[in-house]
Structures are given as C-alpha cells and as structure tokens.
C-alpha cells in the first residue's frame, strides 16, 4: 500500500527564516547574527519553503525589489531531502513570485552552468576576501562617522546610486544594531556609507558604497579601526582593482569566487561605486 506524503509550499514564517539560514551557516556561508528578521524585512512574502510532513525540506528567498527586480538566494535543500527534485519545486515558486522582473543572483562556481541553463548570464565576479585577525588601525578618519537615525534619508538617497531600486524597510533595520554603520562626507555630502555586521565568524563589511575611491578607503579603515583582533570579511566586486589592491596591503587573502548574474536587464546603477556588495543572499 503506497504511503501519501504531505507536500506543501508555502510563505516562511520569521522563524523559518532562521531555520533556512541555520542551514546556510552548516553549509559555510556564515551569516550574520540577526540576519533572518531583517532579511525578511526587505520583502516579508518572498521567503519560501516546501515541507514534508510539515518539516521544512527546502528553501529560497525570492525578494522583489520594487516593480522591475528580484533576487534569488538561499536557495537550499535540507541533506535528508536531496535528490528528489524538491529543490526545483520551491525554485519555481521563487521565481513565480519574482514574475516577469529582472532577476539577480550570486552563483557560486558549481552552479553557474545550471544558473545558465535556466537564462542566467554572468556579469562580473565577486570575491571573498578576508583576514583572520585585524591588526590595530589608527580610528583618524574625521571625515567618517557613525550613522545615526537622523541620516537615514541621505543613506537611502545615496543608496539609489549603487542598488536598483528603493529598499527603505530593509536598510532601516540593516543600520540597527548589532550592526554598525558608518558615513563619510565630502563638502557636507554624504559620499559613501558602509556597515559592518557580527556574523558566526567574525565580521562582514557590506554594503560599502562610495563616491571615489579615498572615500571607500576612509569608510573601510574607519570600519577595521573598529575591528581590532577580529575575522573580517568583504564580498568584493573582481572589477575593483585599486580596492582589491588596498585588501591585500592590509592583510587580506582571497577566498571563495562566486558570479553576479541576471536574467534580463542588469540594472542600471553606478556599479564603480559598489566596493562591497551587502549580502549573496539579497544582493
């Protein structure tokens, strides 16, 4: 006698979330403490889990950034479960979801013929650089300072330069703590910010967004300054090659590679000044 298993798919609840970035921390992605709420924040129905026997077997965030944009990540499928086409399930409910946008996605090196198969094409490459342990930096950057709640207009202004579309609800939450964010001002404009995030290992630096260059490099000293003894990590657009240059002379060593690739338009953004990307996961 066949057994009927019961098979859903639906909408994650916040603590779903977190249960699907647990699985990414045992996969090695180290995310960050906190992240699940503010992750769902950005796009609270684009969390999606298919269940088996109301056990959550696979996963993918599907975020849709206002009306032409979407991003694919945490796309995972629960050990006990692979092999049985569940995956491709929730796959197809993520991008159900996403509709008829642009799509975006950082696909690890494994996945990228897969990624092309399905209309993907790779853009640039994103680099994991990191350090084990920050040596002591001077804290002299006069230009930069802590973001307060008073500058959130003019992130989210400056913001719209280096990400395709608004994502207010998200970056609210993101410059909270346990985060901690920074701006530097050129002529009494704001010309970068960057936030740096306590992850299952050490640090993350994301997004660091600038103007320039001196501007990126104030706004990364300002953030190790603040990380003395810390594991530091960045996901570093491959094309940034002065920033890349600058990460060595610190200390800092390559790691993993992953592609940003879309399906569709890539957006249009000021993509010299994007020095670290804010997560895989959302873009």
Same mark, same amino acid.
């Given at each position: 006698?066949?057994?009927?298993?019961?098979l859903?798919?639906?909408?994650?609840?916040?603590?779903?979330?977190e249960e699907?970035?647990?699985?990414?921390?045992?996969?090695?992605?180290?995310?960050?403490?906190?992240?699940?709420?503010?992750?769902?924040?950005?796009?609270?129905?684009?969390?999606?889990?298919?269940?088996?026997?109301?056990?959550?077997a696979?996963?993918?965030?599907?975020?849709?950034?206002g009306?032409?944009?979407?991003?694919?990540?945490?796309?995972?499928?629960?050990?006990?479960?692979?092999?049985?086409? +569940? &995956?491709?399930?929730?796959?197809e409910?993520?991008? %159900?979801h996403? !509709?008829?946008r /642009?799509?975006? @996605?950082?696909g690890?090196?494994?996945?990228?013929?897969?990624?092309?198969?399905?209309?993907?094409?790779?853009a640039?490459?994103?680099?994991?650089?990191?350090?084990?342990?920050?040596?002591a930096?001077?804290?002299?950057?006069?230009?930069?300072?802590?973001?307060?709640?008073g500058?959130l207009?003019e992130?989210?202004?400056?913001?719209r330069?280096?990400?395709?579309?608004?994502?207010?609800?998200?970056?609210?939450d993101?410059?909270?703590?346990?985060?901690?964010a920074f701006?530097?001002?050129?002529?009494?404009?704001?010309a970068?910010?960057?936030?740096?995030?306590?992850? +299952? &290992?050490?640090?993350?630096?994301?997004?660091?967004? %600038?103007?320039? !260059?001196?501007? /990126?490099?104030? @706004?990364?000293?300002?953030?190790?300054?603040?990380?003395?003894?810390?594991?530091?990590?960045?996901d570093?657009?491959?094309?940034q090659?002065?920033?890349?240059?600058?990460?060595?002379?610190?200390?800092?060593?390559?790691?993993?590679?992953?592609?940003?690739?879309?399906?569709?338009?890539?957006?249009?953004?000021?993509?010299?000044?994007?020095?670290a990307?804010?997560?895989?996961?959302l873009?």
């Amino acid at each position: 006698m066949s057994v009927v298993e019961d098979l859903e798919i639906r909408v994650l609840t916040t603590g779903e979330v977190e249960e699907l970035v647990d699985w990414a921390a045992l996969e090695g992605w180290n995310p960050g403490h906190g992240d699940a709420a503010v992750f769902r924040s950005a796009d609270p129905e684009g969390f999606i889990g298919f269940f088996v026997e109301g056990r959550l077997a696979a996963g993918i965030s599907a975020v849709r950034y206002g009306d032409g944009f979407g991003f694919i990540g945490l796309y995972i499928c629960h050990p006990d479960f692979r092999g049985r086409g +569940l &995956g491709r399930r929730v796959w197809e409910a993520g991008m %159900a979801h996403l !509709g008829d946008r /642009a799509i975006g @996605l950082d696909g690890v090196v494994e996945q990228q013929e897969n990624y092309g198969r399905m209309g993907f094409a790779t853009a640039y490459d994103t680099v994991r650089w990191s350090i084990d342990r920050m040596p002591a930096l001077p804290a002299s950057f006069t230009r930069c300072e802590a973001i307060t709640e008073g500058d959130l207009a003019e992130i989210l202004a400056l913001d719209r330069a280096f990400f395709t579309a608004p994502r207010e609800d998200f970056l609210s939450d993101w410059l909270k703590p346990p985060r901690r964010a920074f701006l530097c001002r050129r002529q009494g404009v704001v010309a970068g910010y960057a936030v740096m995030r306590p992850c +299952l &290992g050490g640090y993350k630096i994301g997004p660091l967004f %600038a103007m320039d !260059g001196r501007t /990126a490099e104030d @706004l990364l000293k300002i953030c190790l300054a603040n990380l003395k003894g810390e594991e530091v990590h960045l996901d570093v657009p491959e094309y940034q090659e002065g920033f890349r240059y600058l990460l060595g002379r610190l200390g800092f060593k390559r790691g993993f590679q992953t592609s940003r690739m879309y399906r569709g338009e890539p957006p249009s953004v000021q993509k010299t000044g994007v020095y670290a990307i804010t997560t895989l996961e959302l873009g």
